[in-house]
């Protein structure tokens, strides 16, 4: 469907309209948008886990551990996260078809280069389709498409798992699958990030979105959990829950996702205040907007004319979407894209390896299960959510974006140098450490993919028309996922040289991350001490400033 076709109303809320007798309110309508893009990107982070859940099963390394004692299990939560027991008779039976040695083509010498390259093909593909996507998103609407990109992607994560139950060794079929699943997964997050841009204006962006932002790890929390609990019935079913979740998401999205506030009656935002523009409206359509709730009122901001029609999918009636050039050239669009690039390889080398580095490496003198491993690993997740939240807020109150998440990439190394030669000492202090590393680690991972990409997709070069945001969000996190291709890939090969290599290859994209932000820090410290007209206007745009 194209953007300048008109766009249908969301049969949900078009029922929600009979039912009720009115429409909802602006704000209503703004934490429905919170929640429902929410909840997508949520489904498309839980259907990345299961890879990494179930590698030890894939490729048990039994030189690293000893064996372990048969002890009651007590699943996560209720029980005890650590459990010494590692699988029983029944479990050798569901997850090794009986012979303990993983599963072909994965469990030879070479099976953790091979987990690697699964990885790398899915990110790989991830990374290409998301510029081809993010121009699509800014021409199709965001609701189909989106809707569509999580059915899809639900299909083939499914379709991984029954690998399982079909008996397929072959290695082509896995990679094949992981491709198309990373094809399908690119539609979504410039599509969420659009949707979000299109309802809210550029005041408190930094902690709105930082805050919006932990769907990433409560997707990741859910996806481990999800994939953990039912990897006791075979590794299959890791895959497939995780994708029928994802599939039920893209329904929840077609059914009641209002991607532009003209879908629903509204005029469209101003970029800068967030509120609504009053524009010229003939007869007939006050008529029609005498539906709307009043709360409008409230919203609405005098603009003078413009394009005529608050109808659904009249707002972006004449505007055309922004090519991939133009959008490189907004200042700020590439360093923060390059820096993206290192801050994502650090966080997906976690992302994908981390349940593996658990279950190799004693804690407190005693190795866990994979599942235990599964579970533990959701608590890097959960400083996510902190250091998202907090580099947000810090990030508004200074008005300084690039500072903020230069700040928290040098604060990321010697976290993660800390965690990996204290993580063993006690379960304790492994959760602590862990914590800390994500908060440093996802913090500016979760600013720059949101509130720094939102800002740059409505520069005021654009002159107001967010139909860039898809595009910019794509460069940027297209450009990121190439190094959250590479850092798993580059994990598989370091691994087998030991786990401090694979440290030592973090804190060297850590560094290199925080030091790409290195002009615009200087340019917003510049701006601070009042040397805002000896600073190029390239160099402070892309930055938060109350002039733009």
């Not at 929640?35 to 886990?49: D, P, Q």
């Not at 048969?70 to 209720?78: E, G, I, R």
């Not at 532009?260 to 935002?269: A, C, K, L, Q, S």
């Not at 109150?397 to 990996?420: D, E, Q, S, W």
Request: aromatic share 12%; net charge neutral; charged share 15%.
């Amino acid at each position: 469907m194209a953007m300048n076709s008109k766009r249908k109303t969301p049969p949900g809320i078009v029922l929600v309209r009979r039912i009720r007798g009115r429409n909802w309110s602006p704000k209503t309508f703004r934490y429905a948008i919170l929640l429902i893009t929410f909840i997508a990107y949520a489904c498309y982070h839980a259907s990345r886990k299961p890879s990494s859940i179930v590698k030890s099963v894939l490729h048990p390394d039994s030189k690293t551990r000893p064996p372990q004692e048969h002890d009651k299990l007590f699943p996560w939560p209720v029980g005890n996260v650590f459990v010494k027991r590692e699988i029983d008779v029944l479990d050798e039976v569901l997850l090794h078809r009986k012979s303990g040695k993983g599963w072909e083509p994965f469990n030879g010498k070479d099976g953790t280069s091979r987990l690697g390259e699964i990885d790398v093909a899915f990110l790989a593909c991830y990374s290409i389709g998301m510029y081809v996507a993010g121009h699509l998103g800014d021409s199709l609407d965001l609701r189909l498409f989106l809707t569509w990109g999580m059915i899809g992607s639900g299909f083939f994560v499914g379709l991984f798992g029954m690998g399982y139950f079909w008996n397929i060794h072959a290695f082509w079929f896995f990679l094949v699958m992981q491709m198309a699943a990373g094809l399908f997964q690119a539609t979504g997050w410039p599509s969420v990030v659009a949707v979000v841009g299109n309802w809210f204006g550029n005041r408190k962006r930094g902690l709105i979105m930082g805050i919006w932002n932990a769907h990433t790890s409560v997707g990741n929390i859910c996806g481990s959990l999800i994939a953990a609990g039912v990897l006791q019935y075979g590794w299959g079913w890791s895959f497939i829950a995780p994708g029928f979740v994802m599939s039920l998401g893209g329904v929840l999205v077609y059914l009641f996702l209002a991607a532009y506030p003209e879908d629903v009656g509204f005029p469209g935002i101003n970029c800068n205040s967030g509120k609504f523009i009053k524009r010229k409206r003939s007869v007939e359509e006050e008529e029609e907007e005498e539906e709307v709730d009043e709360g409008l009122e409230a919203d609405v901001e005098g603009e003078g004319g413009g394009s005529s029609g608050t109808g659904p999918g009249s707002g972006y009636e004449h505007k055309r979407s922004v090519g991939l050039l133009q959008a490189c050239m907004i200042p700020g669009v590439i360093p923060f894209a390059l820096c993206l690039f290192f801050s994502k390889l650090v966080a997906y080398t976690f992302l994908y390896w981390l349940p593996f580095y658990l279950s190799q490496t004693p804690i407190g003198g005693e190795y866990v299960s994979v599942k235990t491993a599964g579970n533990l690993s959701t608590l890097f997740d959960v400083g996510g959510i902190a250091g998202g939240i907090l580099c947000g807020y810090i990030s508004d109150k200074f008005r300084a974006r690039a500072t903020t998440a230069a700040a928290f990439m040098y604060a990321a190394i010697p976290a993660m140098l800390v965690y990996h030669s204290y993580g063993g000492v006690s379960q304790t202090v492994n959760i602590l450490l862990m914590m800390v590393a994500g908060l440093f680690v996802n913090g500016p991972y979760a600013l720059i993919t949101t509130a720094v990409s939102a800002d740059l997709g409505t520069h005021k070069s654009l002159q107001g028309d967010s139909r860039a945001l898809a595009t910019v969000t794509a460069i940027i996190d297209g450009t990121g996922s190439a190094g959250a291709a590479l850092g798993p890939l580059l994990t598989g090969f370091l691994s087998t040289l030991g786990w401090q290599a694979v440290f030592y290859m973090l804190v060297v994209g850590a560094l290199c991350a925080g030091l790409l932000l290195t002009r615009l820090v200087i340019a917003e410290i510049r701006e601070k001490l009042g040397y805002v007209d000896e600073v190029p206007a390239s160099a402070s745009e892309p930055l938060l400033n109350e002039r733009r």
